[in-house]
Structure formats: structure tokens, C-alpha cells
């Protein structure tokens, strides 16, 4: 983290380069444009959101494989936690 001239907290960010097939480009652009938004903004959005389903389905998925995690019918679920 770094901080401004007024000790503010900034987030330095990097510049990546990509090559988007064209069909995908211009949807993004359209998107950009019906919502307002900078290509950028929704890139990175997209970006941040992909990595956190990952990071979900790769723990759901470890827990599936862990033989001594217990598994429970969704009906069991449901009695643990209550109405």
C-alpha cells in the first residue's frame, strides 16, 4: 500500500494487456456504453468477480474430495439450522 501527499491509503494498480476476440469486444462495448461504465471498470469487475467464484469453487471442491468432511442431505441442512 502506498499513501497520497494528504496520508491517504492508495492501491497501486498494474496495466495488463489483452487480445479479446472481436465478438466480445464489441459486447463490451456495448455494455460500456447501456451502462455507463469505462471498460476498464467492468474488466476489472469481471476479473475480481471470476477470481472470487474460483476461490469458492475451489474450496467446495477440496471439501468434496476430503473424504472425512461430512456430507448431509440438503432436507438435514435445513433441520440444523432451524426456521
Known sequence: MYYNKFGRE???SVAISIRLPE?????LD???????RSKTFLIREAIATYLEEYSDYRVALDRLLDKDDEII????????LGP
Open 73 to 80: 442431505e440438503a432436507s438435514e441442512l435445513r433441520r440444523r
Open 30 to 36: 456495448k455494455l460500456a456504453l447501456a451502462t455507463e
Open 10 to 12: 492508495i492501491e497501486m
Open 23 to 27: 465478438k466480445l469486444a464489441k459486447e
